[in-house]
C-alpha cells in the first residue's frame, strides 16, 4: 500500500482557465493575468493580486471542473488500497475556511480522500511528516523539492509549467498517472 498525495489546483481541477476567465471578466489588470500562476500557487505579488483573489476565491473555487478521469482514477487507487491525502495551498487568507470549502468540493466532485491538509504551498515537509509516497502536484518547485528527498514526484503538465524543466516525472493526464503508479509502486521509498 502507498501513500500518495495528490494538490488540487490544476491537477485534480483545471484551475487555471476558470482564474483566467474571471480576470478577464473582473478586473482585465494585466498585472493579475500575469500572475496567474502567482494567484493558484497562493503567492500574490501585490495588494491588487491579493484583494482580487480574496473577493473572488470562492467564486473561482466553485467554478473549477474535475479534469478528465481524474475522479475514476483517485477511485481506483484508493480501492487499490492506497491512502490517498490531499495536499493544498489553500489557506483560509483567502477562502473564508479554506479546509470547510476544499472538503466539501472534493465530496461534491466525488473525489475520495483519506485525509485533507490545507495551507501547504510548500509541501516537501508534510511529505515527509505523512510518510507520502509519491506526490502527483502541477508546481515544478513542489515536485522538484521533494524528489530532492528521496519522495517519488509526477509533475502534472499544464499551461503554466510546459516550458519548465522538472527533476519528476511530467505526466498530462490521470490515466498515465495510474500506469506509472503501478508499474513504479515498488520503487516508492515507504513501500513494503
Known amino acids: ?22 480576470i478577464n471578466k473582473y478586473s482585465k489588470d494585466k498585472e493579475l493575468m500575469n500572475n496567474v500562476e502567482g494567484v493558484i ?16 476565491s470562492e467564486l473561482i473555487g466553485n467554478r473549477i471542473k474535475v479534469k478528465k478521469h481524474a475522479r475514476e482514477v483517485i477511485q481506483k487507487l484508493h480501492d487499490d488500497g492506497h491512502k490517498i491525502i490531499i495536499v ?7 477562502y473564508e475556511d479554506a479546509y470547510k ?3 466539501e468540493y472534493l465530496k461534491r466532485n466525488g473525489i475520495v480522500f483519506d485525509k485533507l491538509i490545507t495551507a501547504q504551498p510548500y509541501k516537501k ?5 505523512e510518510k507520502i509516497d509519491i506526490m502527483i ?13 528521496g519522495i517519488k514526484s509526477i509533475l502534472f503538465d499544464s ?9 519528476g516525472k511530467r505526466l498530462n ?12 509502486k515498488k520503487d516508492c521509498k515507504n513501500f513494503e
Open 88 to 94: 493544498t495551498a489553500r489557506d483560509d487568507n483567502y
Open 125 to 129: 515537509e508534510i511529505c515527509i511528516k
Open 173 to 184: 493526464n490521470w490515466n498515465d498517472i495510474y500506469k506509472y503508479i503501478q508499474k513504479n
Open 101 to 103: 470549502f476544499s472538503y
Open 159 to 167: 499551461s503554466i509549467n510546459k516550458n519548465k524543466k522538472t527533476k
Open 1 to 22: 500500500m502507498l501513500t500518495i498525495g495528490i494538490d488540487i489546483d490544476d491537477t485534480i481541477t483545471n484551475s487555471t482557465r476558470v482564474v483566467k476567465y474571471f
Open 137 to 149: 502536484d502541477d508546481a515544478v518547485d513542489t515536485v522538484d523539492s521533494i524528489h530532492e528527498v
Open 41 to 56: 500557487r497562493g503567492n500574490y505579488v501585490s495588494e491588487g493580486t491579493k484583494n482580487f483573489y480574496r473577493k473572488h
